[in-house]
Every structure is written in C-alpha cells, then in structure tokens.
C-alpha cells in the first residue's frame, strides 16, 4: 500500500494524505484519504490544578509576560494513568493556598467553558509555578488562551521564569 499526500483543503495547519490508487468518494470514510493537524509546541508552567478523583482532572498552566503568570489553559488530554500519578505526585510538595496567575479568575468561561472562573477556582488546587512542561496545541486564540491543549511532557532543563508566550 502507497500513501501520496496532497494539499490542504481546509487550513495550512493540517495535510490530507491518501492512498495513491484511491478516488475521491463524497460523502464517504473509506479510511483511505486521512486529515493530520500539525500542532504547535511550546513550554508552559504549572501554577495549579483542578481535583480529581485520585489525582487531578486537568492542570493549570501559564506563561509569564514580563513578572506576572498568565493564565493560558486547562489541560486535561495526553495522559495516561501512570503518567498523571507521576505528575501528581511531582505537584504536592509545591501547594500553596493563593492561585499565582494575574487574570484570574475570569468573568466568563468562554465559549467552550475552558475559562477559569471564581467558580471553577473553587475546585482548584495551587501550586508554586516552578514546574515547566511542554503542550502541544492547535493554535492561540485572541485572549491568550490555548486551544486543544494537549499534555507532551515534563520539563527540567528549563526556568520558569522564561517561559514566555511564542508566536
């Protein structure tokens, strides 16, 4: 079996590739023609955490912009159960009891309820922003704000204090 891939129909963030021999059939998964997104990467810093029921549901993460931590996402996607203990269990000795992010909490949660707001706080742990980790995700929205963050990976080779927003 060939694949050959060919132009984008939708954005230049995706390719489509599809087997070489395969027509085009409308309205049809075949399996033979597939979309792939190509994801951007960037490190982050951890300041928090939503409870779970035995870890956490999703971590808090920012970027520092001058002094301040800006609040980007909640990331929920990319781990597997050994790997969300091993984070957690990372996190505990950091906890503190005020949240490090300047803008929050925020008076909407957004249009895809991924905003953080006093509500939502109220189920959040805080933590010392000392740990970096890499997300993939698909783009930056207009409010700083990541969307479809999805968990890559520690980091501890760099400071928190540069990790700031890439464009």
């Known amino acids: 079996m060939s694949w050959s891939s060919t132009d984008s129909v939708d954005s230049v963030d995706s390719f489509i590739a599809k087997r070489s021999d395969s027509p085009y059939e409308p309205g049809k998964r075949s399996g033979l023609w597939q979309k792939y997104r190509l994801n951007l990467q960037q490190e982050f810093v951890i300041g928090g955490y939503t409870r779970g029921a035995n870890t956490f549901d999703a971590l808090i993460i920012g970027?520092?912009?001058?002094?301040?931590?800006?609040?980007?996402?909640?990331?929920?996607?990319?781990?597997?159960?050994?790997?969300?203990?091993?984070?957690?269990?990372?996190?505990?000795?950091?906890?503190?009891?005020?949240?490090?992010?300047?803008?929050?909490?925020?008076?909407?949660?957004?249009?895809?309820?991924?905003?953080?707001?006093?509500?939502?706080?109220?189920?959040?742990?805080?933590?010392?922003?000392?740990?970096?980790?890499?997300?993939?995700?698909?783009?930056?929205?207009?409010?700083?704000?990541?969307?479809?963050?999805?968990?890559?990976?520690?980091?501890?080779?760099?400071?928190?204090?540069k990790v700031v927003r890439e464009t």
């Open 63 to 161: 970027f520092y912009r001058g002094k301040d931590l800006i609040f980007a996402a909640r990331v929920r996607a990319g781990f597997v159960p050994a790997t969300r203990r091993e984070v957690y269990e990372q996190l505990q000795h950091l906890k503190i009891t005020k949240y490090p992010f300047v803008n929050l909490p925020q008076k909407e949660p957004g249009r895809w309820g991924q905003g953080l707001t006093a509500e939502k706080m109220k189920q959040s742990v805080w933590l010392k922003p000392q740990t970096v980790l890499r997300i993939d995700f698909a783009e930056w929205t207009s409010g700083d704000h990541l969307r479809h963050p999805k968990f890559a990976g520690l980091r501890d080779d760099k400071g928190p204090k």
